[in-house]
């Protein structure tokens, strides 16, 4: 449980609107420059950030994100430096609640006990592992709660109903449920599937449950936050900041884009 | 060996190493294959369907070959190769790709897609999909296409088409990845036909199993040719199944050691091997714990062999346990060493062996050295040569003068 992370889903919905949640990968555009990054998501309008630790297999990703993981493994990233860009962030930012989100070796090889004490210990709010299913989730579960580290688990439109329920209630902070079926990128075509698993999260638990995968344009966050507590979206931050001629034109582009969205998010 | 559980538990695990760390998207589809695999394996009518298969089709059983001039340079440790090379489609991988298939048939679904390396799963996939009629995708990393262009060839003669993978080191990790991102978004009409045994729970398992013919008739045939069990079993390791396979129906016979091969590239103290077993640290990639190859923040190292079916940088979880437990041995083996026995062996027995194997015939080379003309070694000769003569040709001069 986190009760920063709670509060400000709280405050969104008393506010009768969705949640806009953000990612970016560290270690990009540069090891330095992630952090202004990120300050771009939040100046912009996001709620809440994601801050990915780049992974050199990442199988859940598709191209963009892809690319900006190279471009930060290239960069030389170390998980250390990812813990710093998250401390940088909630250092300038204490209300904003920041997440990491990453594959599980990573988090495995650093040690499931320090990162989530080194974490916690940055003013993390908590993770999403999204290849680390709830039966293989143990220990991460115990020493994450002790810190008061939300774990995010991710739902697809192909869970069934009794093990949304087993995921839902080994969760905390939010629900990710997976808007489609496939890898993170931008797309035409949001919501179908999603609106449907949305409500059988929901039937399972009390948790808010936020969309992602996919969305990229305010119309899209506005027609999911017809039917969800929040929207998150990564690879279209990623695409403005590869798409940009400077990282500052990039930090730019960035906050432009949150800024639309989080108009989306008001007109549900 | 009592001690050895020779099932996973239910959660995957053999020991330390298996388990499923999957995303949810796959869970059900992972699922399903389990739980087919079940209700497959207690049906008569798909054991006979199967065996019908491997006989008819791949040509089984393979036979088990003396060779008598290989073994004068093996210290004159009797050397008996079981010729996986004479399969149809020319490697053990038939044998898996034909159990898989009729699986996914069962399961009503109508599309297959599979990672490959030196091509060989790559071409049994795509040769189940036309004998089955089923749509195919073969990702391939582009490394591979090019060094493995004659199996490339033979999947899109077979109907299937290959994509050729652009990311990270553009060799099997990085067509493993992609297999799954395609997996993920075409799961209702896709079967990911895994090709060794790794990746999440039942596959190593399942895996295993499909290849444990291998096994089972080179026990019975060695017993059969020399009246005794062999002294041991040496087979090629890249992910595993080869040697799972042949392996697995010996584990019971504590005085028949078991020894896998790794591909050691330029060598163990040089970056560039794919010697997972012998310089990786456990960590979890494609789906299961197990020994990987990474650096300090558990990003996966590429590796580097000249053989593409042996450089990846994991290896199927039994084999770690296998490992730690100490029932079988592991040991490296330079790309050298490998050529210079490919070359050997073609040139003493008129086989020409695949790099893959190749590895594990250095492997029986040193290994009789040190046994001595008493010793009986049983080698997994898992595919044919054909694919790597341009490789072969390039190493060894065979074209100079002539067009390349
Ligand atoms: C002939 C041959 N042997 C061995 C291998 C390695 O695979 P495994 O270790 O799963 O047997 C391959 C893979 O491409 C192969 O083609």
Request: charged letters at 20%.
């Amino acid at each position: 449980m986190n009760t920063q992370l709670s509060g400000v889903l709280a405050a969104a919905k008393a506010e009768d609107r969705a949640a806009l949640i953000g990612y970016l990968p560290a270690g990009f555009p540069t090891i330095d420059g992630a952090a202004q990054a990120v300050q771009a998501l939040i100046d912009g309008g996001a709620d809440a950030v994601e801050i990915g630790l780049p992974h050199s297999d990442p199988v859940l990703d598709g191209p963009t994100i892809q690319t900006a993981d190279d471009i930060a493994l290239r960069n030389g990233v170390r998980t250390r430096d990812v813990l710093e860009t998250v401390r940088q962030v909630t250092a300038a930012n204490p209300t904003v609640p920041v997440l990491v989100m990453t594959y599980w070796n990573p988090v495995d090889r650093y040690g499931a006990a320090r990162f989530a004490a080194d974490l916690a210990a940055a003013g993390g709010a908590g993770c999403i592992l999204p290849d680390l299913p709830v039966e293989e989730a143990g220990p991460w579960l115990a020493a994450a709660e002790e810190l008061g580290l939300a774990t995010v688990f991710v739902v697809a439109p192909s869970s069934r109903d009794q093990r949304l329920a087993t995921i839902t209630a080994s969760g905390t902070g939010f629900v990710y449920a997976a808007a489609v079926m496939g890898v993170t990128g931008s797309r035409n075509q949001v919501g179908e599937m999603a609106e449907d698993l949305v409500r059988r999260t929901r039937a399972t638990t009390d948790l808010p449950v936020c969309v992602g995968l996919g969305v990229s344009t305010a119309a899209q966050a506005a027609e999911v936050a017809a039917f969800a507590d929040g929207v998150i979206v990564g690879s279209a931050f990623v695409q403005r900041i590869l798409d940009a001629a400077s990282p500052e034109a990039g930090y730019a582009a960035v906050r432009e884009l949150a800024a639309e969205l989080a108009e989306g998010v008001r007109k549900r | 060996m009592s001690t050895h559980a020779l099932t996973p538990d239910g959660r995957g695990y053999f020991g330390a190493y298996g388990g499923r760390f999957i995303p949810e998207a796959l869970v059900a589809a992972v699922e399903q294959v389990a739980d087919e695999y079940e209700k497959a394996k207690a049906d008569p009518a798909f054991g006979a369907e199967l065996a019908a298969l491997l006989k008819d089709y791949t040509g089984r059983p393979s036979p088990l070959t003396d060779v008598h001039r290989f073994s004068a340079e093996a210290g004159g440790a009797r050397i008996l190769l079981k010729r996986e090379d004479l399969n149809h489609t020319g490697s053990h991988k038939i044998n898996n790709v034909l159990g898989q298939a009729l699986l996914t048939r069962r399961m009503g679904k109508t599309r297959l897609i599979a990672e490959t390396g030196a091509g060989q799963h790559g071409v049994a996939t795509a040769t189940a999909a036309a004998l089955f009629g089923m749509d195919c995708t073969i990702y391939m990393g582009e490394v591979d296409t090019q060094r493995q262009a004659l199996n490339v060839a033979r999947m899109r003669m077979l109907g299937a088409e290959v994509v050729p993978v652009t990311s990270g080191s553009r060799t099997l990790k990085d067509a493993i990845n992609e297999a799954f991102r395609d997996w993920v978004a075409n799961v209702d009409s896709t079967h990911y036909l895994f090709g060794t045994v790794a990746g999440p729970h039942p596959f190593p398992m399942m895996v295993r199993e499909f290849h444990r013919v291998i096994g089972i008739e080179a026990r019975a045939q060695v017993l059969d040719r020399t009246g005794a069990l062999p002294d041991a079993v040496v087979a090629c390791v890249g992910g595993g199944s080869n040697a799972m396979g042949i392996f697995y129906d010996f584990i019971p016979d504590a005085g028949v050691r078991l020894i896998g091969i790794e591909a050691a590239g330029e060598g163990v103290d040089t970056p560039r091997h794919a010697a997972t077993l012998t310089k990786g640290d456990p960590g979890v990639l494609h789906g299961s714990r197990t020994y990987v190859l990474q650096d300090e923040d558990g990003q996966t190292i590429e590796s580097h062999s000249i053989s593409a079916g042996l450089d990846y940088p994991g290896v199927g979880p039994e084999h770690a346990y296998l490992k730690d437990s100490g029932r079988a041995e592991y040991r490296p083996c330079t790309d050298d060493a490998a050529m210079q026995a490919l070359r050997l062996l073609s040139r003493t027995e008129g086989i020409i062996p695949a790099i893959e194997s190749s590895h594990a015939l250095a492997g029986a080379l040193e290994l009789g050295r040190e046994l001595g003309p008493d010793a009986t070694i049983l080698v997994n000769l898992s595919g044919r040569g054909d694919k790597d003569m341009h490789t072969a040709a390039e190493y060894f001069g065979l074209l100079d003068g002539e067009t390349k």
